[in-house]
C-alpha cells in the first residue's frame, strides 16, 4: 500500500524559511514523479511543484518560482520542499503527491504551513 | 496557463438523486483530465483520469465524459459517503490546474 507522510510545517514569520519532508513507502519511490500541491484555508487545490523521478527535472509554479526548491533521495525515498522568503499568501495544506504523468495517483495527509507575525 | 471554471460551485441533492457537474477548459486539452473528490478535512481521491477512466477501487455510480473543452463528472445515483467536494484537474500541460470545486451538500 502506498503510504506518503509529511513533516516539517509549522508557524513562520514572513520572510522566514521551512524545509518540508515528505517520507514515502509501499512503491518503487525513483521511478515516480513526484510533487507538491498546497490548499489555502478555504480555498482550493494549487499545483506548487514537481519533481522527476531521477530528479534532473523540476517545475515551479510562477507563484512560488525563485523561492521554493523541491528535491529528493531516492536512496532515502523521501521527497523535499525547502520553502524560503514566505509570505503570508504561502499559508495553506501542503500535500505530497505521486504522479503518474500529471495525474495525482496517491496524496499525503497534508502539512500546515502558517506565515504569520 | 489553462483555465477550468466548474460548475456549479454547489449543489444541492438528496439520496438516490442524478448530479452532474461540468467542467470546462479554457483551451482544449484532449481527455487529459481527471476528477478528484475531497471531504472536509482529508486529502483529495482520485476518482476519474483520462476524462472517463475509473480509478481502482471507486464505485460504478460514477462516471466521467467529454474530450477537448468541456467534460461531466456524473453521480448516477448519491449515495451519503458522497457529500464532498469535487474538483477537475487538466493534466495536459504544466501547471496541471484545478478547477474551482463544486461542493454536494446535502438536500
Known amino acids: 500500500e502506498v503510504h506518503l507522510l509529511e513533516s516539517g510545517g509549522g508557524l513562520v514569520q514572513p520572510g522566514g524559511s521551512l524545509r518540508l519532508s515528505c517520507a514515502a513507502s509501499g512503491f518503487t519511490f525513483s521511478t515516480h514523479a513526484m510533487s507538491w500541491v498546497r490548499q489555502a484555508p478555504g480555498k482550493g487545490l494549487e499545483w506548487v511543484s514537481a519533481?522527476?523521478?531521477?530528479?534532473?527535472?523540476?517545475y515551479d509554479a510562477d507563484s512560488v518560482k525563485g523561492r521554493f526548491t523541491i528535491s529528493r533521495d531516492n536512496s532515502k525515498n523521501t521527497l523535499f520542499l525547502q520553502l524560503d522568503s514566505l509570505r503570508v499568501e504561502d499559508t495553506a495544506v501542503y500535500y505530497c503527491?505521486?504522479?503518474?504523468?500529471?495525474?495525482?495517483?496517491?496524496w499525503g495527509q497534508g502539512t500546515q504551513v502558517t506565515v504569520s507575525s | 496557463d489553462i483555465q477550468m471554471t466548474q460548475s456549479p460551485s454547489s449543489v444541492s441533492a438528496s439520496i438516490g438523486d442524478r448530479v452532474t457537474i461540468t467542467c470546462r477548459a479554457s483551451q482544449g486539452i484532449s481527455s487529459w483530465l481527471a476528477w478528484y473528490q475531497q471531504k472536509p478535512g482529508k486529502a483529495p481521491k482520485l476518482l476519474i483520469f483520462a476524462a472517463s477512466s475509473l480509478q481502482g477501487g471507486v464505485p460504478s455510480r460514477f462516471s466521467g465524459s467529454g474530450s477537448g473543452t468541456d467534460f461531466t463528472l456524473t453521480i448516477s445515483s448519491l449515495q451519503p459517503e458522497d457529500f464532498a467536494t469535487y474538483y477537475c484537474?487538466?493534466?495536459?500541460?504544466?501547471?496541471?490546474?484545478f478547477g474551482g470545486g463544486t461542493k454536494v451538500e446535502i438536500k
Open positions: 519533481i522527476s523521478g531521477g530528479g534532473g527535472s523540476t
Open positions: 484537474q487538466q493534466a495536459h500541460s504544466f501547471p496541471p490546474t
Open positions: 503527491a505521486k504522479l503518474s504523468t500529471w495525474y495525482v495517483l496517491n
